[in-house]
C-alpha cells in the first residue's frame, strides 16, 4: 500500500499546511456518521482554499485497510490506520454504528489504537455511538459526554463512570468533543470549523449544505413531539400534532382537548396519561417550552411577544415555567444559546 505522507506544520517556506482530519472506519460503521462529518470538512476545505489558505486534507482509515462494509451494505476503500503516525493527525474523527454492542467485541485492536493516538492527536471527536469506542479507549472516564439518546442506557451500564448530557448536541470536554446521534455529527463538525477556520467559513460550508450552523451545546437532541411520536401509540399523533400548532390559544384545558380527541374529560386524561407519561397539562407546557426555547434562539421576538405566541400569557408565567423546568430564566437562557450576536441583542 502507497505509504502515507507524514504532515508537518508548516513547509520549508513557513506556510502552513493542510490540517489531516483521520476518520476510522470499521465493519459495520454508520455511513451518515462518517459521511456527514467529513462532507463538512471537505466543503471547508474548499472554502479555505479558495481563500488562499490552508484546508484539511481527508483521510479514511481501519486498522487492517482495504474495504471495509458499512451498515447499510456500502464498501469503503481504506487507508491502514497504522501508517498514520499520531503526531501527524490534527483531529481523529470515530463514527458510530447502529450495531456498536457487537462492534466492541471485535474492536480490541482500534481501542488500542485510540488509546495511543488520542493523546497525541490535537483532539478527537466522537459522532453518535462512537463515544462508546472512546469510553472503551478510557479516554470519557469522569468526562461529561453524549451519544445517541437511545443508548444513554447503555452507555450508563457499561460505562458508569461517564456523565451522560442527555440534552446536547455535542459536548466538548478539553480535547475530547462527543456528539449526538447521526446528522449531530454535522453540528459538531461545524463547530469545529468554526473554531478552526472562523464563523464566515462556517457560515459558506452551512449554506453550501443547506444547514443550520448550530451553537454549542444546549439544543435538546429530539423535539417533544417527536418525543411523544415515538411513544408506543399512535393514539394521540393528531391531537398533538393540533396542539403544537395551537399553543397560542388559551383554553388548552383537559375538558377542550378531551372534545377535540371525543372522549370525556376523566377518561381523556387517564389514557393519555397511560399512552404517554405525562398529564395533558403537562404535554401543553413542554410543548409550550420549546416553542419558547426555539423563538427565544432563533427569532428577535422581544420576551413578552415570545410569552403571548407560545401561549404563556405573560413574561412572568414563562419565567416561572422555565425556571421550574431548565433552572434559567428566558433572558439567560437567551443570552446563553441565541444565534451568533442575537442573545446581546435582544433581551
Known amino acids: 500500500m502507497t505509504k502515507i505522507p507524514e504532515m508537518l506544520p508548516n513547509d520549508k517556506a513557513g506556510r ?7 476518520f476510522v472506519a470499521f465493519d ?6 462518517l459521511s456527514g462529518a467529513q462532507t463538512v470538512f471537505w466543503a471547508a476545505d ?4 479558495a481563500r488562499g489558505s490552508a484546508g484539511y486534507e481527508r483521510c479514511t482509515a481501519s486498522i487492517d485497510g482495504g474495504l471495509v462494509r458499512s451498515a447499510e451494505g456500502l464498501e469503503l476503500q481504506t487507508d491502514v490506520l497504522k501508517d498514520f503516525r499520531p503526531a501527524s493527525v490534527d483531529t481523529l474523527v470515530v463514527p458510530g454504528s447502529p450495531h456498536m454492542a457487537s ?5 480490541a485492536a482500534l481501542v488500542k489504537w485510540l488509546r495511543r493516538t488520542s493523546g ?20 470519557l472516564d469522569h468526562k461529561r459526554a453524549t451519544t445517541h439518546w437511545l443508548m444513554f442506557d447503555m452507555m450508563t451500564e457499561r460505562f458508569p463512570s461517564v456523565e451522560i448530557d442527555r440534552d446536547a448536541i455535542f459536548v466538548q470536554q478539553g480535547a475530547v468533543w462527543t456528539s449526538a446521534g447521526v446528522t449531530a455529527g454535522i453540528d459538531l463538525a461545524l463547530a469545529l470549523v468554526e473554531a478552526d477556520c472562523g464563523h464566515d467559513v462556517a ?3 452551512a449554506r453550501e449544505l443547506v444547514v443550520f450552523l448550530k451553537r454549542p451545546g444546549g439544543q435538546s437532541q429530539f423535539s417533544e413531539l417527536l418525543q411523544a ?21 388559551a383554553n388548552l384545558t383537559v375538558e377542550f382537548l378531551a372534545d377535540r380527541a371525543r372522549m370525556s374529560p376523566r377518561n381523556f386524561a387517564r389514557v393519555y396519561k397511560e399512552k404517554t407519561g405525562r398529564t395533558p397539562a403537562k404535554a401543553v407546557e413542554v410543548f409550550r417550552l420549546e416553542a419558547a426555547r426555539r423563538l427565544l434562539e432563533d427569532s428577535t421576538r422581544n420576551i413578552d411577544q415570545i410569552a403571548s405566541l407560545c401561549g404563556f400569557g405573560d413574561e412572568e408565567r414563562m419565567r416561572v415555567t422555565f425556571q421550574r423546568n431548565l433552572g434559567v430564566a428566558p433572558r439567560d437562557y437567551r443570552k446563553r444559546f441565541a444565534s451568533r450576536g442575537l442573545g446581546e441583542a435582544m433581551v
Open 16 to 22: 502552513k499546511k493542510a490540517k489531516r482530519v483521520l
Open 229 to 249: 411520536q415515538a411513544e408506543d401509540t399512535d393514539t394521540f399523533d393528531e391531537l398533538n400534532l393540533w396542539i403544537a400548532g395551537n399553543l397560542g390559544r
Open 103 to 107: 462492534v466492541l467485541d471485535r474492536s
Open 46 to 49: 474548499k472554502a479555505m482554499q
Open 120 to 139: 497525541i492527536a490535537r483532539r478527537t471527536v466522537s459522532v453518535c455511538s462512537g463515544a462508546f469506542l472512546l469510553a472503551s479507549a478510557g479516554l
Open 28 to 33: 459495520d460503521v454508520g455511513l451518515l456518521d
Open 203 to 205: 457560515m459558506e460550508v
